[in-house]
Nanobody, 127 residues
Framework: QVQLEESGGGSVQPGGSLQLSCAVSGDSRRYCFGWFRQIQGKEREAIGFISSGETRTYYADSVGDRFTISQDIAKRTIYLRIMSLKPEDTAMYYC?????????????????????WGQGTQVTVSS
């Protein structure tokens, strides 16, 4: 079991960037950590994921190439950097965890695979 806490959201102008953090606590077994977002009125959608202790990542095609997931293993923190923010990026951003190594294919992008969720951090992009 793990606990997740997101931070780093806020208001930013279009074209700016943000780095969101997901602090992980709890047991140290291998997990797959994912980033998701939920735009108002839409389903929660995956951004991508990374396995604990690894550098390999996988990103959803639908979110383009403006997102980078990384981790600081020592700090037990998962990062999501968003570049060139657009108003359409306004959403609640969540990190999530599933026990075990990520399956590096698009099936891992399903939110229902993930058992543990943070409470989210709001990103608002506006002029």
């Amino acid at each position: 079991q793990v606990q997740l806490e997101e931070s780093g959201g806020g208001s930013v102008q279009p074209g700016g960037s943000l780095q969101l953090s997901c602090a992980v606590s709890g047991d140290s077994r291998r997990y797959c950590f994912g980033w998701f977002r939920q735009i108002q009125g839409k389903e929660r959608e995956a951004i991508g994921f990374i396995s604990s202790g690894e550098t390999r990542t996988y990103y959803a095609d639908s979110v383009g190439d403006r997102f980078t997931i990384s981790q600081d293993i020592a700090k037990r923190t998962i990062y999501l950097r968003i570049m060139s923010l657009k108003p359409e990026d306004t959403a609640m951003y969540y990190c999530a965890a599933e026990l075990g190594r990520c399956n590096y294919n698009r099936n891992q992008l399903q939110a229902t695979r993930f058992d543990y969720w943070g409470q989210g951090t709001q990103v608002t992009v506006s002029s």
